[in-house]
């Protein structure tokens, strides 16, 4: 039995991992939940469950559970703060860690679970595109192990051999016969809106996603494919791959998750309902796999499989993603800072959806940081972007 312990519970990636685990009780055993302040959703992960621990960024939301698990006489005993979730991520019994916290605040607590050896299922991109060589380097000089659960690197991991699915991030992809890894993404629910019409969508447009259900922040960054500028970045660490051996297509039905081509011609895909369930559940069983719960993919009702370049003018984060990914790390970590404040700006209904671009390319032109050399370089980096972001929307407002 795995043990196992979830960094973003209440999250969707959290609640599809908790859904496998009601499927496979004799496999999975929750060690820790952690979550930032949805008391609610925890206190029923924790009636299904007892885990041992719990702990709540938010300390008024962790007290609240603490009495809510009182009266229904659950022993789970709840903490709270940014110290006390990166302890719960590498406590000694864990077997596996879920790092699914969205954003920034995934950084340390997924480090602390590499440091102390555990295996990680990444959801959380941030804490590797804003870290990229301290995170690979932490990774080879530990015991741990990565497997990708991002629907995009998952598929690109399934189809790899199994001794380069081993070693993430080390191999050469020309010296095993691979010609190029194709990332694939739906274009998110804006895709066929004019440019004109986009200073006038809502927040709620972009929620509605043809095929995925995500939470608010990755739904937002899917409509702008900033979101596929992130997954370029973590693409290039985890498969050591060059800007020449990564291409981009915008495939609609989000059938086909991912590619590898091979130098011999062959393409080889993993396809399947866009369903979080199926990546999450070949991690958490990897190397076997398992029922996730997920329904079948029915090639009778397939009409159609559209490909499609994406076009940098309609999407122009993702093109400021990738140019930020050449010039270095703390372009990275500004670019990721600046959109994280833009989008939670966008949100919160204080600036239209096309300033996201503007405010994020104004950031990432006038920033000027030395290449972070460890940690707390990074969130220094972070902290000072943060800042000159939420200037610059005051200026707009």
């Known amino acids: 039995m795995k043990k196992i312990t979830i960094l973003g519970s209440t999250g969707s990636i959290g609640i599809s991992t908790i859904s496998i685990i009601k499927k496979h009780p004799d496999l999975f055993k929750i060690v820790a939940l952690v979550a930032n302040k949805n008391f609610a959703i925890m206190l029923e992960q924790c009636k299904l469950f007892s885990p041992d621990w719990v702990a709540m960024k938010n300390e008024t ?4 559970l603490r ?3 009182k009266e229904e006489k659950i022993k789970t005993q709840v903490l709270s703060g940014n110290k006390n979730i990166s302890a719960l991520a590498s406590l000694e019994e864990n077997d596996y860690v879920v790092s699914a916290i969205v954003g920034m605040a995934g950084l340390l607590p997924t480090l602390s679970a590499i440091y102390a050896g555990k295996t990680i299922l990444l959801a959380n991109k941030e804490s590797l595109i804003t870290s990229g060589c301290i995170f690979m380097n932490a990774l080879f000089c530990s015991n741990a192990k990565i497997i990708p659960i991002d629907s995009e690197h998952n598929a690109i991991f399934q189809v790899l051999p199994e001794r380069l699915q081993k070693n993430l991030g080390k191999f050469n992809l020309q010296e095993h016969g691979i010609k190029s890894i194709i990332l694939t993404g739906s274009g998110g629910p804006l895709y066929h809106l004019k440019k004109e019409d986009l200073p006038f969508v809502k927040p709620e447009q972009t929620f509605a996603h043809p095929n995925w ?3 608010k922040k990755i739904s937002v960054d899917s409509a702008t494919m900033m979101n596929k500028g992130f997954e370029y970045a973590e693409a290039r660490w985890l498969f050591n791959a060059s800007a020449d051996e990564i291409n981009i297509l915008i495939h609609p039905q989000s059938i086909i998750h991912s590619m590898v081509e091979y130098i011999d011609g062959s393409v080889l895909a993993q396809i ?15 190397p076997k796999r398992i029922s996730s719960g997920s329904n079948y993919l029915d090639f009778k009702k397939l009409n159609y499989l559209n490909f499609f370049e994406p076009d940098f ?3 122009p984060c993702l093109k400021l993603t990738i140019d930020a990914f050449s010039h270095g ?3 990275m970590t500004v670019l990721n800072a600046a959109n994280e404040v833009s989008v939670s700006a966008f949100l919160s209904s204080k600036i239209k959806f096309n300033k996201i671009f503007e405010i994020n390319n104004d950031v990432l032109m006038s ?4 290449e972070p050399t460890s940690v707390l370089e990074i969130l220094e980096i972070d902290k000072k972007a943060r800042i000159q972001t939420e200037k610059k929307i005051s200026s707009l407002i």
Do not use: T
Not at 61 to 64: G, P, T, Y
Not at 272 to 286: G, L
């Open 61 to 64: 939301s962790a007290n609240i």
């Open 67 to 69: 009495i809510k698990l």
């Open 213 to 215: 259900n995500m939470g």
């Open 272 to 286: 399947s309902v866009p369903d979080m369930k199926v990546a999450i559940s070949y991690a958490m069983s990897f």
């Open 313 to 315: 003018k309609q999407f």
């Open 329 to 331: 790390q703390s372009a």
């Open 367 to 370: 920033s000027s940081f030395s």
